[in-house]
């Protein structure tokens, strides 16, 4: 390292302007009392020479203005205490002119090259960084783990700047008698310290702070970033495998809360349900070094400046803090004041439009990340899609089972009504032919009244299972098509119906649903609303039948559990079609179904 008056000449900034008139004058009067001592032996103006070292220094150091004035006081010193008659200031003769400009043409010269070196030293620092943010970017950045590439990243840094040693330590540490620390901070939170030795020189400090700490905090930092990103995305994928093997939903629960604290280094998190009543339910939990833990299972009443019921009221992401349970706080609010909460921010869960839940992170000390909210949300869709499906999969297993229940009981009434009518009907009429042909009567007007009378029952016969056919599926709808089919179920309804029904013929698929659809409402309108009237709509458009439904019966029709309403749902999703219901308690019953017109 340069040392001495070159090591101050390259200096990448200029000491005190103070400090430089001090140090010219004491020059200036030091050169004078050397001179005056030299003057004995030496001509007089020979020792202008004397004067030029403090006006090099200082034009150096300084600068060229300073330089300058220190030439022009030197001038007149020389010329006062040393230049015949002594004493007295003259300036008159081409000799002191001379020595001026070669002072001043000195001054000049060493302002110039000061300047010089003071670029050409700066332009070394700069490529100096230059080299070192490279190297700390490979090493930091390319390398998977962020924490065993710190120690390499702090040796290429000592190395690049000619230190001792330096560190990098990963929690703020304060500088003691043998460190000093610079905090290093991520978007104004400190999150590590870079420690290097005391003793060093001041410059080598502020190279450290105003330009090497920056940019070793814009690396650290995305270095953090990109490792986060490959964690959260390996945690992604993790959950994705569950997910695709159809895990089930409460173990799944779990791995989402520990997958969303692990990858956002949480202290608590809570996958929750909302529940009727404004309640919500733990269904999945993860706690992270702390006694006081959010259990699962745990179902509590949503208390406002709680995260949860933040989401649950406005649908969307939201974020509380500082938590405090004030006096006459629920049970929730103060067991959070137990376990040292005081953030939080929750995250909704959406399946089919509607809020199932919510992922909500909690932290006993600094608030959460600004970021924690986008991060959260691929682990919300992931979650809603798995509820999702699990939702799908459990109403496909239960509607298979009514389709199975319904035909097991078709059957049964088949089997009875033919049993019980057309059954018995030829049963009775064999029994009488045997009896007519083992009497063989000879009388033809008695053989023409047993055969008018097997003629009577073959009809009755015939007429049940005419009646069983239409039940199973109407002739008139094969026939004619379904606007005649929809007309004819409203002329036996004993509810007045509205008709308004529209449309061409279309696939018989679509055509039987639609009817089953119509009978099954118009039929629940019969014996359910208490219904004065009823409206069917029914339009065809956008490769679709539409159908609405209506009545201004009692309402209150139970959408989950009556088997009438349930077998509509299930013959409609079974094509691929949408069925809506709407039945609030004295308003009537509302239904819509849109049927998609495919073949067969």
């Given at each position: 390292?340069?040392?001495?008056?070159?090591?101050?000449?390259?200096?990448?900034?200029?000491?005190?302007?103070?400090?430089?008139?001090?140090?010219?004058?004491?020059?200036?009067?030091?050169?004078?009392?050397?001179?005056?001592?030299?003057?004995?032996?030496?001509?007089?103006?020979?020792?202008?020479?004397?004067?030029?070292?403090?006006?090099?220094?200082?034009?150096?150091?300084?600068?060229?203005?300073?330089?300058?004035?220190?030439?022009?006081?030197?001038?007149?010193?020389?010329?006062?205490?040393?230049?015949?008659?002594?004493?007295?200031?003259?300036?008159?003769?081409?000799?002191?002119?001379?020595?001026?400009?070669?002072?001043?043409?000195?001054?000049?010269?060493?302002?110039?090259?000061?300047?010089?070196?003071?670029?050409?030293?700066?332009?070394?620092?700069?490529?100096?960084?230059?080299?070192?943010?490279?190297?700390?970017?490979?090493?930091?950045?390319?390398?998977?783990?962020?924490?065993?590439?710190?120690?390499?990243?702090?040796?290429?840094?000592?190395?690049?700047?000619?230190?001792?040693?330096?560190?990098?330590?990963?929690?703020?540490?304060?500088?003691?008698?043998?460190?000093?620390?610079?905090?290093?901070?991520?978007?104004?939170?400190?999150?590590?310290?870079?420690?290097?030795?005391?003793?060093?020189?001041?410059?080598?400090?502020?190279?450290?702070?105003?330009?090497?700490?920056?940019?070793?905090?814009?690396?650290?930092?995305?270095?953090?970033?990109?490792?986060?990103?490959?964690?959260?995305?390996?945690?992604?994928?993790?959950?994705?495998?569950?997910?695709?093997?159809?895990?089930?939903?409460?173990?799944?629960?779990?791995?989402?809360?520990?997958?969303?604290?692990?990858?956002?280094?949480?202290?608590?998190?809570?996958?929750?349900?909302?529940?009727?009543?404004?309640?919500?339910?733990?269904?999945?939990?993860?706690?992270?070094?702390?006694?006081?833990?959010?259990?699962?299972?745990?179902?509590?009443?949503?208390?406002?400046?709680?995260?949860?019921?933040?989401?649950?009221?406005?649908?969307?992401?939201?974020?509380?803090?500082?938590?405090?349970?004030?006096?006459?706080?629920?049970?929730?609010?103060?067991?959070?004041?137990?376990?040292?909460?005081?953030?939080?921010?929750?995250?909704?869960?959406?399946?089919?439009?509607?809020?199932?839940?919510?992922?909500?992170?909690?932290?006993?000390?600094?608030?959460?990340?600004?970021?924690?909210?986008?991060?959260?949300?691929?682990?919300?869709?992931?979650?809603?899609?798995?509820?999702?499906?699990?939702?799908?999969?459990?109403?496909?297993?239960?509607?298979?089972?009514?389709?199975?229940?319904?035909?097991?009981?078709?059957?049964?009434?088949?089997?009875?009504?033919?049993?019980?009518?057309?059954?018995?009907?030829?049963?009775?009429?064999?029994?009488?032919?045997?009896?007519?042909?083992?009497?063989?009567?000879?009388?033809?007007?008695?053989?023409?009244?047993?055969?008018?009378?097997?003629?009577?029952?073959?009809?009755?016969?015939?007429?049940?299972?005419?009646?069983?056919?239409?039940?199973?599926?109407?002739a008139l709808l094969s026939r004619q098509g379904?606007?005649?089919?929809?007309?004819?179920?409203?002329?036996?309804?004993?509810?007045?119906?509205?008709?308004?029904?529209?449309?061409?013929?279309?696939?018989?698929?679509?055509?039987?649903?639609?009817?089953?659809?119509?009978?099954?409402?118009?039929?629940?309108?019969?014996?359910?609303?208490?219904?004065?009237?009823?409206?069917?709509?029914?339009?065809?458009?956008?490769?679709?039948?539409?159908?609405?439904?209506?009545?201004?019966?009692?309402?209150?029709?139970?959408?989950?559990?009556?088997?009438?309403?349930?077998?509509?749902?299930?013959?409609?999703?079974?094509?691929?079609?949408?069925?809506?219901?709407?039945?609030?308690?004295?308003?009537?019953?509302?239904?819509f179904a849109e049927i998609p017109i495919t073949?067969?």
């Amino acid at each position: 390292m340069p040392s001495g008056l070159p090591m101050i000449v390259a200096r990448r900034s200029r000491p005190p302007v103070a400090l430089g008139i001090a140090v010219a004058i004491s020059c200036v009067a030091a050169e004078t009392v050397i001179a005056v001592f030299l003057a004995q032996v030496t001509p007089a103006r020979s020792l202008g020479v004397v004067y030029l070292l403090g006006i090099v220094a200082v034009a150096a150091v300084w600068g060229l203005w300073l330089g300058m004035a220190t030439a022009v006081i030197s001038t007149l010193a020389l010329d006062f205490f040393l230049t015949p008659p002594t004493g007295s200031l003259t300036l008159g003769k081409a000799e002191d002119w001379a020595v001026l400009a070669v002072f001043l043409a000195v001054t000049l010269l060493a302002g110039s090259l000061s300047r010089l070196s003071r670029s050409l030293a700066l332009e070394i620092d700069a490529r100096g960084e230059s080299d070192l943010a490279a190297g700390l970017s490979r090493v930091l950045l390319e390398t998977p783990d962020v924490k065993a590439a710190e120690p390499a990243a702090a040796r290429l840094l000592a190395e690049t700047l000619d230190l001792p040693y330096a560190a990098i330590e990963r929690d703020p540490t304060p500088g003691d008698r043998r460190h000093v620390a610079f905090p290093l901070h991520d978007r104004g939170v400190p999150v590590a310290s870079l420690l290097v030795p005391t003793g060093l020189p001041r410059s080598t400090l502020r190279r450290l702070r105003e330009r090497v700490v920056p940019s070793l905090e814009i690396l650290l930092r995305a270095a953090r970033e990109r490792e986060r990103a490959a964690d959260q995305q390996v945690a992604l994928r993790r959950l994705a495998t569950l997910v695709a093997r159809g895990t089930p939903p409460e173990e799944l629960f779990g791995a989402v809360a520990r997958e969303v604290g692990q990858v956002l280094e949480a202290r608590h998190v809570a996958v929750i349900r909302y529940e009727p009543g404004a309640t919500a339910t733990n269904v999945g939990v993860w706690n992270h070094g702390s006694v006081a833990t959010m259990p699962l299972g745990l179902r509590w009443r949503l208390e406002r400046g709680s995260a949860s019921e933040l989401v649950a009221r406005t649908g969307e992401t939201g974020r509380v803090g500082p938590i405090r349970a004030p006096e006459g706080a629920g049970e929730f609010l103060s067991s959070l004041q137990r376990m040292g909460v005081t953030s939080a921010v929750g995250c909704p869960v959406t399946v089919g439009g509607r809020l199932w839940g919510a992922v909500v992170v909690a932290s006993t000390s600094e608030p959460l990340p600004e970021d924690v909210e986008n991060r959260m949300r691929d682990f919300t869709d992931l979650l809603a899609t798995a509820i999702a499906n699990a939702e799908s999969h459990e109403k496909l297993e239960a509607s298979r089972a009514r389709v199975i229940a319904a035909a097991d009981a078709t059957r049964r009434l088949i089997e009875r009504d033919l049993h019980d009518g057309v059954q018995q009907h030829l049963a009775a009429l064999m029994l009488e032919l045997r009896a007519a042909t083992a009497t063989a009567p000879a009388d033809p007007d008695e053989i023409a009244g047993v055969l008018y009378h097997t003629v009577l029952g073959l009809d009755e016969a015939l007429e049940d299972l005419r009646g069983l056919a239409r039940g199973l599926h109407p002739a008139l709808l094969s026939r004619q098509g379904l606007e005649p089919a929809i007309k004819a179920l409203a002329r036996c309804s004993p509810v007045p119906v509205e008709l308004s029904v529209c449309g061409d013929r279309v696939a018989e698929r679509t055509e039987v649903t639609a009817y089953h659809v119509v009978s099954e409402a118009l039929a629940n309108v019969a014996e359910h609303a208490d219904a004065s009237v009823a409206h069917v709509d029914l339009t065809i458009e956008d490769a679709a039948v539409r159908l609405s439904i209506r009545d201004d019966g009692a309402g209150g029709a139970d959408t989950a559990h009556g088997t009438g309403l349930l077998s509509i749902r299930d013959r409609v999703e079974a094509i691929g079609g949408k069925l809506e219901i709407s039945s609030p308690p004295g308003g009537g019953t509302s239904l819509f179904a849109e049927i998609p017109i495919t073949g067969d």
